[in-house]
């Protein structure tokens, strides 16, 4: 019989990349009519958290190690707490095309970080890459900065988006052994279990205080679109592909996001496509393509 899982695999890290894309313009839309960048990461962190225990209930149970489920309270603090707050506050600042730039530099933080914790040498070739990758986020925010609205961008929202790439590449640095240690639905339930421990008691105020009567529904099926497809489908989704593909050949699939997100934001009129977002997408994209290619001490020796 032929292994599929590669193949599921990639299917998997791909459908979560079109899911993600769609959740920056679909969000920024519901956080334009009524929610804000605070009540959105609740509901996500939260609805995510519920979802994840309902779905163990129809799994096999799996023991996890008393140290591991604290753990994944590290983990969560890094992979979901600081990377969801500060994207999904980001996005409510900047324009949907910007946050989904941005998301594809996750493999030059993820390279500098394997530098400081694993000792992974940097190469000539990863060197340009990050190079070539920063110039391309330094135009991005200079073009922010004197943006006339947040169609076009807003530094705030780079800043903090670009902050959650960085909080991510380090969750997978210290964490991908645990990760590959359980199954999804295990690791997801303890994250966003832990996520939602350490976020309510400072946001259950402030999603209070929502004006819920003069919500609209549509605002309520774009909130649930990214709390059940954009965060509980995505994230079962991407670990699938984290289990059985190379970190190296995931950060590629970082390039389907903001092709989706751009598509639709221009299309809906949530975003402004100029020129140096396009040119601020060819270096950010050529110094990830670099430092991808650039082959790890590890995979130098396979």
């Not at 899982?5 to 334009?32: F, Q, R």
Request: proline share 4%; charged share 10%.
């Amino acid at each position: 019989m032929v292994n599929n899982k590669p193949l599921k695999a990639h299917l998997s890290m791909l459908t979560a990349e079109v899911i993600w894309g769609l959740m920056a313009p679909v969000g920024k839309d519901a956080m334009n009519n009524g929610l804000d960048g605070i009540s959105v990461v609740t509901f996500r962190v939260v609805g995510a958290a519920l979802l994840f225990w309902i779905t163990s209930a129809f799994t096999k149970r799996e023991h996890v190690e008393r140290r591991d489920i604290l753990l994944f309270a590290g983990a969560a603090l890094l992979g979901i707490v600081f990377n969801q707050c500060l994207y999904t506050i980001g996005l409510s600042f900047t324009s949907p095309i910007n946050s989904s730039i941005v998301t594809t530099s996750m493999p030059i933080f993820a390279m500098i970080l394997s530098f400081f914790i694993l000792r992974e040498p940097i190469t000539l070739k990863k060197a340009g890459g990050v190079f070539i990758g920063c110039s391309g986020a330094v135009i991005l925010i200079l073009s922010s900065m004197t943006a006339a609205n947040s169609k076009v961008g807003d530094i705030r929202g780079d800043l903090m988006c670009i902050g959650a790439q960085f909080s991510f590449a380090l969750y997978l640095s210290l964490f991908n052994h645990l990760i590959r240690k359980y199954h999804v639905v295990t690791v997801n339930k303890w994250m966003f279990t832990w996520a939602a421990i350490m976020i309510f008691p400072f946001t259950f105020g402030h999603v209070a205080a929502l004006p819920w009567p003069d919500i609209s529904v549509k605002t309520w099926l774009e909130a649930g679109y990214v709390v059940f497809f954009g965060t509980f489908v995505s994230y079962l989704l991407s670990i699938v592909g984290q289990h059985v593909l190379r970190p190296t050949v995931i950060s590629v699939y970082n390039y389907v996001q903001p092709i989706a997100s751009v598509s639709v934001s221009v299309l809906t009129g949530l975003g402004v496509f100029t020129w140096p977002q396009g040119i601020a997408i060819i270096l950010v994209f050529s110094g990830v393509w670099l430092v991808v290619k650039s082959k790890s001490r590890r995979d130098a020796m396979r």
